[in-house]
C-alpha cells in the first residue's frame, strides 16, 4: 500500500469514531416523558415518615423491605421530622435582625445584648435534650 492509501484509511477511521461517538452522545440526551417523570420523582424532596407511639415498623414511606422479607437500605432513607418552616426561619431571622439594629443602634445596653445572646445560646444547648425526652415520652 501506498502513503495515500494509508491516510485515507486512517482518516476515514478517525471520521468514523468521531462520528459513532457523537451519535452515542447525542442518543444519550434523548429521555421520553417517563423517564423524564420518573428522574423528576427522584430529585423530590422527601416527605417526613411519622413513627407510631411504641417500637414497630415506620408508618408509610419507612425503610424499604426486599420481597424475601429483609431491610433494602439501596433506597434513599427519608427525614424522621418535619423540618422548621420557611415562615418560621424568617421570624427568627427577623428577631436576630432586629437585636442586632438595636446593639449598633445603641438602644439596647451591651448587658440586655449579652442576655439576649447568652438565653439563644442556652435555647440552643438545651433545644435538643428537651425535644429529645418529648419524643421519647
Do not use: W
Request: one cysteine or more; glycine letters at 6%; proline letters at 4%.
Amino acid at each position: 500500500m501506498t502513503k495515500n492509501g494509508i491516510r485515507r484509511i486512517a482518516t476515514f477511521n478517525r471520521t468514523a469514531l468521531i462520528c459513532a461517538a457523537a451519535a452515542i452522545a447525542l442518543a444519550g440526551c434523548n429521555l421520553t416523558a417517563e423517564q423524564k417523570a420518573a428522574a423528576a420523582a427522584k430529585r423530590a424532596a422527601p416527605t417526613a415518615v411519622v413513627m407510631p407511639a411504641t417500637k414497630g415498623d415506620a408508618v408509610e414511606g419507612g425503610l424499604a423491605k426486599s420481597p424475601d422479607g429483609y431491610p433494602n437500605f439501596g433506597a434513599p432513607l427519608t427525614a424522621a421530622n418535619v423540618q422548621m418552616s420557611d415562615e418560621q426561619a424568617a421570624e427568627l431571622q427577623h428577631q436576630l435582625t432586629a437585636l442586632a439594629a438595636r446593639r449598633k443602634a445603641g438602644t439596647i445596653s451591651e448587658a440586655e445584648y449579652q442576655a439576649k445572646a447568652a438565653e439563644m445560646r442556652r435555647l440552643a444547648a438545651e433545644h435538643g435534650a428537651d425535644t429529645l425526652s418529648e419524643i421519647s415520652k
